[in-house]
């Protein structure tokens, strides 16, 4: 340890720019994080709106669509939500959104009776595209096709692969750019703090001749690394949370309600673990792989 706060103190210029690289390192893969989760909140929000409507015949008895929603609603663990909407609620919802329409209201006197079919609007938890369309082949089978007088999966089909595929998609994307990040990272690190490691290579050699161990020379170097990293962990640590606290308000509107401070918060250990490994983690195993090469005498 001694030997790393000597080093460290020794080469203060470099020792600032693998900390700032570290910094940086650490606030972009934080920053990706972050944008995966307002990502994730968004489509699953989008998700949420989709829904899939079966639409019963005007004699059907209630008793017979409990029945149907029961056996639905049994029908997968991903369907979260079945929920029954009577002729008379239906009109009661149309009513209200368009009272101040004359042109509807206008419409629902001259039809005389309620126009309105009893129905079942069902949500899934948007875990697979294909339990919607388990879904729909279920309530069109024969099993419940004397019931049902249309169900509007059909109409809904591409939305719903079109919101599956873009979530697919960034799933995709935010691995990759992960995985290009973290390579990167380790490149720039490596090659700064084997620019540090150059200037001990004497001392470095001298040791290995008068026979210390691989473990005594590569110490003071993985700590040293460490060191960096841990600084740079603290530094993003606190800017993040600074960063969502004040820019969260502000992204609420913008993201459909996503609260950032709020993920911040809930999130709190894993974005620590995620920030130590990419600072403290990376500075010391770039610093143990580089050392390496200066063993071999």
Same mark, same amino acid.
């Given at each position: 340890?001694?030997?790393?706060?000597?080093?460290?103190?020794?080469?203060?210029?470099?020792?600032?720019?693998?900390?700032?690289?570290?910094?940086?390192?650490?606030?972009?893969?934080?920053?990706?994080?972050?944008?995966?989760?307002?990502?994730?909140?968004?489509?699953?929000?989008?998700?949420?709106?989709?829904?899939?409507?079966?639409?019963?015949?005007?004699?059907?008895?209630?008793?017979?669509?409990?029945?149907?929603?029961?056996?639905?609603?049994?029908?997968?663990?991903?369907?979260?939500?079945?929920?029954?909407?009577?002729?008379?609620?239906?009109?009661?919802?149309?009513?209200?959104?368009?009272?101040?329409?004359?042109?509807?209201?206008?419409?629902?006197?001259?039809?005389?009776?309620?126009?309105?079919?009893?129905?079942?609007?069902?949500?899934?938890?948007?875990?697979?595209?294909?339990?919607?369309?388990?879904?729909?082949?279920?309530?069109? #089978?024969?099993?419940?096709? %004397?019931?049902?007088?249309?169900?509007?999966? %059909?109409?809904?089909?591409?939305?719903?692969?079109?919101?599956?595929?873009?979530?697919?998609?960034?799933?995709?994307?935010?691995?990759?750019?992960?995985?290009?990040?973290?390579?990167?990272?380790?490149?720039?690190?490596?090659?700064?703090?084997?620019?540090?490691?150059?200037? #001990?290579?004497?001392?470095?050699?001298?040791?290995?001749?008068?026979?210390?161990?691989?473990?005594?020379?590569?110490?003071?170097?993985?700590?040293?690394?460490?060191?960096?990293?841990?600084?740079?962990?603290?530094?993003?640590?606190? #800017?993040?949370?600074?960063?969502?606290?004040?820019?969260?308000?502000?992204?609420?509107?913008?993201?459909?309600?996503?609260?950032?401070?709020?993920?911040?918060?809930?999130?709190?250990?894993?974005?620590?673990?995620?920030?130590?490994?990419?600072?403290?983690?990376?500075?010391?195993?770039?610093?143990?792989?580089?050392?390496?090469?200066?063993?071999?005498?």
């Amino acid at each position: 340890l001694n030997f790393s706060l000597t080093d460290f103190y020794r080469n203060k210029g470099i020792s600032v720019a693998v900390i700032f690289i570290l910094t940086v390192i650490t606030l972009l893969v934080t920053g990706l994080f972050l944008l995966q989760g307002a990502s994730h909140f968004l489509i699953e929000a989008v998700q949420n709106k989709i829904d899939i409507t079966a639409y019963f015949k005007a004699d059907v008895q209630e008793q017979d669509i409990l029945d149907v929603k029961s056996a639905i609603a049994n029908l997968s663990p991903e369907i979260k939500n079945v929920e029954y909407v009577s002729k008379e609620q239906a009109l009661d919802e149309f009513s209200q959104r368009h009272k101040n329409d004359p042109v509807f209201s206008k419409a629902l006197t001259e039809v005389g009776e309620n126009p309105f079919l009893p129905s079942l609007n069902i949500t899934t938890a948007g875990a697979d595209p294909f339990v919607y369309e388990q879904i729909s082949n279920t309530l069109e #089978s024969d099993r419940f096709n %004397s019931l049902i007088e249309k169900v509007d999966f %059909s109409q809904k089909k591409d939305t719903i692969k079109k919101v599956f595929s873009i979530t697919s998609a960034v799933n995709k994307v935010g691995i990759g750019l992960s995985l290009f990040l973290i390579l990167v990272a380790a490149a720039v690190v490596f090659s700064t703090l084997k620019l540090m490691i150059d200037n #001990s290579k004497e001392e470095i050699g001298i040791m290995r001749i008068v026979g210390a161990s691989n473990w005594f020379v590569q110490a003071p170097f993985v700590i040293e690394g460490a060191i960096f990293g841990f600084i740079a962990f603290i530094i993003c640590f606190v #800017s993040t949370g600074l960063l969502a606290y004040f820019l969260s308000p502000g992204l609420v509107s913008l993201l459909a309600g996503f609260n950032l401070f709020g993920y911040f918060l809930s999130h709190f250990w894993l974005v620590a673990l995620i920030q130590l490994t990419s600072g403290a983690g990376l500075g010391a195993l770039c610093s143990f792989v580089a050392v390496r090469k200066y063993l071999r005498i």
